[in-house]
DNA sequence: AATGAATGAGATTTCATTCAT
DNA sequence: TATGAATGAAATCTCATTCAT
């Protein structure tokens, strides 16, 4: 039931906004009554971080693994962009949120989750700084405003992106990973 | 006073977001009372439907004029992303409001700011499109998936870049220009 | 509209205590909504303020004036008792509440009042301290809690006593007033 | 631990009193669930009766003792001023809370409480009877008022007395008695 | 004897909006 | 143009109580 709860108010959160749903919305939606939304969780904002904790931290889980396993900085950053984009399809409506409802947390809350937000975006820097040292990445590149440009694509792609439709989250994953690391200048 | 009303209201959703903001709160932050900003608005939505239609109208004009200046479909591009990237200086809080509170507008006046957004983007994608075509870019390249990613790109800049830090809005341009045209990769 | 919301709530405070008593309670006794209560206060806890507020500043500015005027401590000690019981007709439901709910004050709130209650009863002290030094008392009282054993008396009253039964509010402090000059024993 | 749940039930409502005093705190101070405490007492209210209860024969007990034992009408009320004096240090928590939370027991069981603390103040009202019929005490004095007097005074004390501060329960008694039977004018 | 989950009623508070002045 | 008072709907949250286990 708490996880009932918290799936419908992820589909709420999306559809209109953290600060538009109300308890009753969720509620209402799974046929509970409001206190039991309150024996769950103490706030409408503890729930809100509840979705937030889970899902930075399952993103650094993931990305950890990515760093151990894979060799060169190439196959890094694309597998980190590839399950990024790919995830579209089972959590994107969690990640719209994520990018949209910080500001709905508590100051200390927010902190806690802008602080591993930024672990994640430096450990995708830490990887195109390494490229560049390496000769794997143009030397004039600079490693914080690629990893900006990068995340800004994928991020982006969970506002517009419809996994059902022409294309799948694979071939998006393929179009933008040769794009980030070809750019779209022919070749002389 | 309308001005005043907009300016600070364009201040307080960036900071709050628009559901989380008071008619009370844009009133005090003025230092007038309810009763002046219904004199002015037709209601809370009206205000926003205001801000959005000024800042896209804006965008389309200026756009628009480079589509008429410019010759190369490179030239074109790129003067669009400088534009882009240069604006956060002048209206980043603006920016930052059109993408997120898109979805508090009345369904017919979202439908019109859709509309208009999705000319913005096709637009671009008739520039890639022709560049693809007389050889500019890359043959491989998917114009409408390419377009969202340099829309992606530039579009979350608004959510993080601070015109007063290192970088001037010139400079980050000038960086994302680059990228989009060569990519990462070293050259062989 | 401000002074009928005072006035009503203060009735229904005696009548079922702050807690219990609702701001539905309080608009439904004069007709009103609940977004007018708080229209003319902040809170719940704001009208509770207002409340002590002017009744502890209107019990110190009569006490001083009773300190201005009179002669003796004698007399001085007579009149604010005579006042305070003669008080219970005018304001006893106000003196009720006062006594009993500052505890739902805030921190602060709480600690303004408490600091002026703590004023009126030091000007007490200070007159049975003066009449015991200029021989009007007897030298072996105790000033502080001689003073503690006469409010006690007083403020108890306000709970029991019925200014419509058999005694008028005159005739209980002129009973008081001999019991505290006099006490009990027969005279030997 | 029916036990425990009075007694921390009795801390609490000193503290916050009965109305602000939610279950949850109860079984909070205590490390109970909810369910523990409606199995020992059947609503918040039962409690609360409990507690007066327990309380008001307590002391209808030891001032039936004083009254058979005590031979003059002064012993008598000497001794029950001083057994109400000195129990602040027992239970003055106790004391505090059924001076102030009689209404919000239900109509029945205020009424069953009412009649016994009725009864407490009949026997005191009494000895002074007696004691002015048999000269003991002086002529002009009114039994009923004299006896909310007193029972002012002692009541009172409950509220702002603290047992571990400079005067021990004892020499405060001592000090009761004494401006009951004397009152506080210099003998001429 | 005790727990954990749930309920439903109601509490305080917020807020967009209206309107007479 | 602007204000101040009022409204009514809805928001968040609390809480005594119940009940299956």
Redesign the pocket.
Known sequence: ??KELITQSINLFVEKGF?A?????IVDAI??????????F????ALLMHIHLSYIDDLLRRQKRILETEKTCRTKLMKVVEFLIEDIEAQGALGRIYYREIRHLSAENGAVIREKKNQFRDNIESIVADGIKNGEFRKNLQPKMTTYAILGMTNWSYQWFNPEGELSVSELAAIYTDFILNGILAEK
């Open positions: 039931m708490k600060s749903t109300s308890i009753q919305d046929g509970v009554t409001k206190g039991s939304f309150y024996y769950h103490k706030s409408k904002e």
